[in-house]
């Protein structure tokens, strides 16, 4: 039987639909199910019908062995209940049907508010949803004028890289520890999805060659950049108790151009500004599924008021003609169109400029969302904003 990371995860990322199957079998809610003997079926279930490994009669005997260390109370209710929930080939004839209510939310695993916004941006939520459940890849940048090298380097040594889509980035398969390599600590690798790599990379493409990101921590952004325009002058700034990461990660890749300061510390102006705002992080929950969980739809407001506030600052910041990339890693409406569109009222001096980028699965319209799934990304808002 699985007993690891990957089926934790699972569980976490499938829990409305887990305990939907449990309750339905078994006519015990959540609540009045032993919190010590609920894990363990959780687990069995999501063995069976997610990561499908084993006979079932082997997870449920496994389950039941793990329950009786609890006591043979909870052995016996776990064997009945198992035993029926594992008797389906397919989990979809014990959740909702098309067109019944919480059909998405119980296929899917999600709270209904998060299905809900999703129906407010996605031609198909079904879809977007569901590429969001999917285990995301494991990318890397190569920190080198020389990337293929770098990977022949890895390679080498046993590990298996497959190029992604942006010049410096790999796709590393396996589960693997890239930290424990040399190229790690002589500072040549980052650990980055393509997503964060591409803003960075949509603003080296902009005139101007002093830069800020005004929430730079861990770094991934403004390093890339540091990469990218050598002769730009960079400046890195968040709240003080993220400094620290940043400032480990710019020394560990031994960039010079980059100065580390506080968020109240800033003196502009720049000619091009990085807001990566906090979010509700909705377009990252296939690398972290408690998101699902743990975020609320009224975070949503009191999320776009910190991202418009920090836009405001982006603003003052900002030398005229300069320009400023905004970006989330959500896709709610509240904290991408319309805090740009809430920008854009209050400041007459800003405007859109639209950009594309082609790659090989489409081309990318901004400002605009990588929908998720898209070329293996992370699902991201990208906007660049010109000030006159």
């Keep these: ?3 690891n990371e990957r089926l934790e995860i699972e569980v976490l990322r499938r829990r409305n639909t887990l305990l939907h199957v449990l309750e339905k079998v078994s006519g015990v809610p959540e609540n009045r199910i032993s919190a010590k003997v609920l894990p363990i079926m959780l687990r069995a279930v999501c063995e069976h019908y997610f990561l499908k490994t084993g006979h079932p009669a082997q997870i449920v005997s496994h389950a039941v062995t793990c329950a009786r260390k609890i006591s043979a109370g909870s052995a016996s209710f776990a064997n009945a209940v198992l035993r029926k929930a594992l008797s389906h080939d ?4 014990l959740l909702p049907a098309p067109g019944e209510p919480d059909h998405l939310e119980l296929l899917l695993s999600f709270p209904s508010w998060i299905v809900n916004e999703a129906g407010k941006v996605f031609a198909d939520p079904g879809q977007s949803l569901a590429a969001l459940n999917e285990s995301p890849p494991f990318t890397i ?8 090298a770098e990977a ?3 390679t080498a040594r046993g590990f298996t890289l497959t190029p992604a889509s942006l010049p410096k980035a790999f796709h590393v398969q396996g589960s693997v520890d890239i930290t424990g390599t040399p190229e790690w600590r002589n500072g040549k690798i980052y650990i980055q999805d393509e997503a964060s790599m591409l803003v960075a990379d949509i603003a080296s493409k902009l005139p101007g060659r002093k830069i800020l990101d005004l929430c730079a921590s861990p770094g991934g952004k403004i390093t890339l950049l540091s990469e990218l325009l050598p002769d730009s002058v960079c400046t890195a700034s968040d709240l003080p108790d993220r400094l620290g990461l940043l400032r480990e990660n710019i020394g560990r890749m031994k960039l010079q151009n980059i100065k580390v300061c506080s968020s109240k510390e800033v003196a502009g102006p720049f000619d091009i500004i990085l807001v990566d705002a906090p979010c509700s992080s909705l377009g990252v929950i296939r690398r972290h599924p408690g998101i699902k969980w743990e975020k609320r739809r009224n975070d949503l407001g009191n999320l776009s008021r910190v991202q418009l506030m920090l836009l405001e ?3 003052s910041l900002l030398s005229p003609g300069g320009h400023i990339v905004y970006s ?13 569109e809430n920008l854009l009222s209050k400041h007459s001096e800003l405007e859109v400029i639209p950009l594309n980028r082609d790659f090989p699965d489409g081309t990318l319209t901004f400002p605009g969302l990588i929908m998720p799934g898209f070329q293996g990304m992370d699902c991201f808002f990208i906007a660049v904003l010109k000030k006159q």
Aim: net charge positive; charged share 25%; with cysteine.
């Design 328 to 340: 989330t890693c959500t896709f709610s409406r509240l904290e991408t169109v319309k805090v740009v």
């Design 1 to 3: 039987m699985i007993r």
């Design 141 to 148: 940048r190569m920190v080198s004028s020389d990337p293929q």
């Design 152 to 154: 022949e380097s890895l």
């Design 313 to 315: 600052q982006a603003v």
């Design 90 to 93: 397919d989990i979809r004839s």
